[in-house]
């Protein structure tokens, strides 16, 4: 796998689009094998997903970058995870110890649609298959807990039947793993049934072990359960 950091002065820039230079980052086996900084190389929209693509870039981390862009980046196969922030150090090591944390997207001025980096993440309002069963990440066992956004860190799992309308509350047993909670957790959903995921963001190693069991994400969730669930279930049948 290889990694883009938005980089300035060694830490993780806020706006993707317009920071200063990349760090690209090669992995393989869990291990740091390769490690360059490049500077950007322009802001032209709809540039850069392309240029990195070809650079082998699998997942970039960034602190912000508008839905316009993730949808760019996830036509080349490329993994967005935003609201990143710290030195790039820091960051690769929670990376490989899958102990990640994002959050709202740090970028915070206007946009135009040839921008992108900021805005907030953005709910990918797909289509839900009838009977599917769909898993929340939750702060709380409640309706009215939030949604919480981190996949595999979350307290709870709440996962609603749409064929009687029921919802398991599920305890996450892997939210104090020092590493690989997001993977095992992945792997309990997929043996629960869940087909659908609604959350803040998932790593992309749980986001691989979920794309293989053919379980859609949809992330850049928030709000209360009660609110998603509105939003995502209702006309389920």
Known sequence: MKLAISTEGGNVAAHFGRC???????????KIVAREEIPNPGHQPG???GYLAERGV??????????????????????TIIGVQGAIEDILEKFLKDELEVGESLCNHPHDEGHQCGEASHSRQEPIPPGAKICLTATDKGLDADIDPRFGRAP??????????????????YLEESQGAGIRAAQMLVDKGVRIVLTGQ???????VLNAAGVQVISGA?????????NFAIGVR
């Open 202 to 208: 998932v790593g992309p190693k749980a986001d691989q």
């Open 20 to 30: 200063p230079a990349y760090t690209l980052v090669d992995i393989t086996d869990g």
């Open 156 to 173: 709870y799992f709440l996962i609603l039947d749409p064929s009687n309308q029921q919802i398991e509350v599920a305890r996450n047993p």
């Open 222 to 230: 928030s709000g209360t359960i009660r609110a998603a669930i509105q």
């Open 58 to 79: 699998g997942c970039i981390i960034a602190g912000g970058m508008g839905p316009r862009a993730q949808d760019l980046f996830a036509q080349e196969n490329i993994t």
């Open 47 to 49: 540039f850069l997903p």
